[in-house]
Nanobody
Framework: QVQLVESGGGLVQSGGSLRLSCKAS????????MDWYRQTPGNLRELVAG???????NYSDSVKGRFTISRDYARRMTYLQMDNVQPEDTAVYFC?????????WGRGTQVTVSS
């Protein structure tokens, strides 16, 4: 069974940094693209960043140049390095992958940025 477990969220001051982690299990980690989404109350989840199995990355315009996604195949981990965070980055962040026609989500980790 595929499981994604996020960690690393918390309270950070505006302009600070935070690193989110996502541990994957039950999946051939070399195959799928791994993504980070975020969601605020009353809004749909939005894609923040993604990284393919070959390491190609993509970012939303709102985080480009501030966030960096990476993955460690040996540890089956996906990371989101968040630098120069802003209050508008406050959200629940979810790890996601799409594998064998199924969406898999973690339970999310809260990030709160104080101004």
């Amino acid at each position: 069974q595929v499981q994604l477990v996020e960690s690393g969220g918390g309270l950070v001051q505006s302009g600070g940094s935070l690193r989110l982690s996502c541990k994957a299990s039950g999946i051939n980690f070399r195959l799928p693209t791994m993504d980070w989404y975020r969601q605020t109350p009353g809004n749909l989840r939005e894609l923040v960043a993604g990284i393919s199995s070959s390491g190609v990355t993509n970012y939303s315009d709102s985080v480009k140049g501030r966030f960096t996604i990476s993955r460690d195949y040996a540890r089956r981990m996906t990371y989101l390095q968040m630098d120069n965070v802003q209050p508008e980055d406050t959200a629940v962040y979810f790890c996601h992958t799409f594998h064998r026609s199924t969406n898999f989500w973690g339970r999310g980790t809260q990030v709160t940025v104080s101004s």
